[in-house]
């Protein structure tokens, strides 16, 4: 259980193009789902946490205007890059929250490589 | 402001030698500390939780509030775990927010 999937996984576009990146949770509902962003070698920034039927909250630096969040259900929520550029090729990861066992743990999805020409 | 610190990017051991993978953090708190683990071509996934004081797979973590560590110790490594190993900290009342460390490749070798 506690599966979280991506769409899709890998995105190639060109510069000045939005791109949309979806998260699911397949088999429970996340009422709290989080972006996170990931360069090479690097470890993974939080840019966001998505919240279902409300605005999400960014991290100091993530601009709202580019990353564009919507949790329109308790198993979707999308992240759309709007105006790409080649700066913002990288690899994002989104997680649900849910609670397991009193915890409340987050389950990752799979990523998606967004590469903008 | 909440840290993590992993030193080594890069931690290479026999099969059979103990490993240690070092997490230090900074938090003006008490903090919940997580190990993850992601290994190739997989999602990342928990391996383990401080409160939980459970050993998985063999890893044991311990938390040390004087030396704000949280290492990740297995006394026999095994081919299997090699992997991408990150270090996590949660805050209280932030909103449930994860800061990972760099991650330290953990190869182990035969």
């Not at chain 1, 996984?9 to 996170?36: H, N, P």
């Not at chain 1, 890059?81 to 915890?103: G, L, M, N």
């Not at chain 2, 928990?46 to 290492?71: C, M, P, V, W, Y």
């Amino acid at each position: 259980g506690a599966v979280v999937s991506q769409h899709p996984s890998r995105v190639i576009c060109k510069s000045g193009t939005s791109v949309k990146i979806e998260c699911r949770s397949l088999d429970f509902q996340a009422t709290t789902m989080f972006w996170y962003r990931q360069f090479p070698k690097q470890s993974l920034m939080l840019m966001a946490t998505s919240n279902e039927g409300s605005k999400a909250t960014y991290e100091q630096g993530v601009e709202k205007d580019k990353f564009l969040i919507n949790h329109a259900s308790l198993t979707l929520s999308t992240l759309t890059v709007t105006s790409a550029h080649p700066e913002d090729s990288s690899f994002y990861i989104c997680s649900a929250q849910y609670q397991v066992s009193s915890y409340n743990e987050q389950f990752f999805g799979p990523g998606t490589r967004l590469t903008v020409l | 402001a909440q840290r993590v610190t992993q030193p080594e990017k890069l931690l290479s051991v026999f099969k059979g030698a103990p490993v240690e993978l070092k997490c230090n953090y900074s938090y003006s708190g008490s903090p919940e500390l997580f190990w993850y683990v992601q290994y190739s071509r997989q999602r990342l996934q928990l391996l383990l939780r401080h409160i939980s004081r459970e050993s998985i797979k063999g890893f044991t973590a311990d938390l040390n509030k004087g030396e704000t560590s949280f290492h990740l110790k297995k006394p026999f490594a095994q081919e299997e775990d090699s992997a991408m190993y990150y270090c996590a900290l949660r805050g209280r009342g932030g909103g449930n927010k994860l800061t990972f460390g760099t991650g330290t490749q953990l190869k182990v070798e035969l």
